[in-house]
């Protein structure tokens, strides 16, 4: 009987596993696992590692299932580390690999080399593992499948020396199923229940993992029995309840002293599914009201052991809201919300006060953000990188369905724009086939603008939206809250991102009014393939606090 090549085997488990498509770009170093590549999958090439991490993170989280990644040696590892950092924030399941030198030249470190392969990748990563002999490389990618799937996912790394490949493959090759969830604690779980339903004034804070875990309607039914608000998380990736729900109270914001005030008045906090908290910048104040107790339930043992106060339990969210939802006393009355504002900054003006934009006239964020949300179908998939106005985006555009938004947990730019690539090719391969809409600031859009090459080269239906104010106006905002006048490098006059885009193959046209705005898009939703629309806004340096 023939004995399969550690190549052979590998490819037979990753069959196997599901893991037919290949995220990369491709090095000399992995040319020998990519050689004769299989008919049966699929290489989607990206020209830049990072960029390559944050289309797989995007489409490993649009699909809920791990996504494999090829990068090149120490080189391609370093630079996509930038995403690796919010793939791990994200909680994404991706298993990451790397050619390594010849296993003959390793020990001279030559031209190339991972000189440290299992330290490189961390601390982004759950797992880090150069196999000892050729023979493990197989039941390494079962490990890494299990350890980046397991409670809390994450990413994974592999460094794979060049000449392992058409070694044989003598270690049986065996497909293991993992469990994915972990049920709360009977005990402990009842006694959150408990002291929910004997708080005087509870509050839910609510974060991406309840997304994550497909939760929405778990968090709205415990919501409806508590009658309590809910509010998202700091800085929340993915929105954890609807935001056009009666209880929903907006987006905690992510300083110490401003997120206490805003709590303010309740007896008990349940924090489920995000960290307690993310917090930036620093403002001095408790971590929660006198006189509260928090509660905290998280799948993630690091983020309950660095919580800086509050009783944690270990479990899956979803399956914690579930459980609560059967344990705690219905209360007769209901809570009345006033949704505030995401961010710190002040609360947005009610709709009736910002006036629709002139047909013709230049626009502001805001008024462009309004002209989108109506315009675009009520489907489309949200995806934004353009953290001055954030505030603005969430006012005019509610998320009202699970799935439909996303942004980066780490706040490192240059994620989101590839992520909305993998994000419309999940849409394509599920046969969901949602319009996807990108709204990345231009200064964003330099940190991986050449993800445009994928979107184009495999003609995907995603429109990118450029609010344009040739500015850092985020970091304007920061110096002003950090009293920090004079910071060079943050004005960029002199980009033109239209002509970036047609310079990848899409499509790009650049409009200042709100017709122009609704015409590109509708020429948009028609064409195949990606569409690039520019859009100068008033610059403003939007208020932190």
């Known amino acids: 009987m023939d004995v399969p090549s550690v190549r052979e085997a590998t490819y037979g488990l990753l069959r196997e596993l599901g893991l037919t498509t290949v995220f990369g770009n491709p090095g000399s170093t992995e040319e020998t696992f990519l050689q004769g590549f299989p008919d049966d999958f699929r290489f989607i090439l990206g020209l830049h590692e990072a960029s390559v991490v944050a289309v797989a993170d ?128 009977p005990a402990r779980i009842a006694e959150f229940a408990s002291a929910i339903s004997s708080a005087a004034n509870p509050v839910l804070v609510l974060g991406a993992d309840v997304a994550r ?21 700091p800085a929340s990736e993915r929105p954890p309840f609807p935001e056009d729900h009666p209880l929903y109270a907006g987006g905690l914001p992510f300083a110490q002293g401003l997120l206490s005030e805003r709590l303010d008045g309740h007896d008990l906090i349940m924090v489920i599914g995000a960290p307690v908290f993310r917090y930036y910048p620093w403002v001095g104040g408790p971590y929660i009201p006198d006189g509260s107790r928090l509660l905290h339930i998280t799948s993630d043992p690091g983020e309950s052991g660095r919580a800086p106060v509050g009783d944690s339990l270990i479990a899956d ?16 009355t209901q809570a009345t919300v006033v949704t505030q504002a995401h961010r710190m ?8 006060d910002v006036p629709d934009p002139d047909e013709d006239s230049e626009l502001t964020a805001r008024s462009l953000f309004r002209v989108l949300r109506a315009a675009a179908p009520t489907d489309t998939v949200l995806v934004e990188e353009s953290p001055s106005n954030l505030a603005d985006l969430h006012a005019e555009w509610p998320v009202t369905e699970p799935d439909a938004f996303w942004t980066f947990a780490s706040g490192a730019l240059g994620w989101n724009l590839p992520a909305a690539v993998g994000i419309a090719l999940a849409e394509r391969d ?86 122009g705005v609704r015409d590109a898009l509708a020429a948009a939703w028609d064409r195949d393939g990606p569409t690039l629309i520019e859009v ?10």
């Open 213 to 233: 875990g497909d939760g929405w309607n778990q968090a709205v039914t415990l919501a409806d029995k508590l009658g309590v608000p809910v509010w998202a998380a």
């Open 536 to 545: 100068p806004i008033d610059p403003m340096v939007p208020t932190l606090m």
């Open 345 to 352: 900054a002040p609360h947005p003006p009610a709709e009736h």
């Open 430 to 515: 599920s046969g969901r086939n949602r319009p996807v809409l990108a709204v990345i600031g231009d200064g964003s859009l330099q940190y991986s603008i050449q993800a445009l090459y994928t979107a184009a080269r495999y003609a995907l239906p995603l429109v990118v939206v450029v609010p344009s104010n040739n500015e850092y106006a985020i970091l304007k905002a920061f110096a002003v809250q950090e009293k920090s006048p004079g910071v060079p490098g943050l004005d960029i006059p002199g980009l033109s991102s239209v002509s970036l885009g047609e310079g990848y193959g899409v499509t790009g046209v650049r409009v200042n009014t709100a017709r």
């Open 317 to 332: 969210p979803v399956l914690a809201l579930e459980a609560l939802s059967s344990l705690v006393a219905a209360r007769s």
């Open 58 to 185: 995007g489409y490993a989280q649009a699909t809920r299932s791990p996504a494999l990644v090829n990068v090149h040696t120490a080189a391609g590892l370093s630079n996509a580390m930038g995403t690796l950092l919010t793939a791990a924030q994200n909680h994404t399941p991706l298993i990451v690999t790397a050619g390594q030198q010849t296993r003959e030249m390793l020990l001279l470190e030559p031209w190339l080399v991972n000189a440290q392969p299992e330290i490189l990748a961390r601390p982004w990563v759950k797992w880090s593992y150069q196999p000892v002999r050729p023979q493990d490389i197989p039941a390494a990618f079962m490990r890494a499948y299990a350890v980046a799937s397991q409670p809390p996912a994450g990413p994974v790394f592999l460094s794979l020396p060049l000449d392992d490949w058409d070694a044989p493959s003598t270690v049986p090759t065996v497909v293991r199923g993992v469990t994915l969830r972990v049920a709360p604690d």
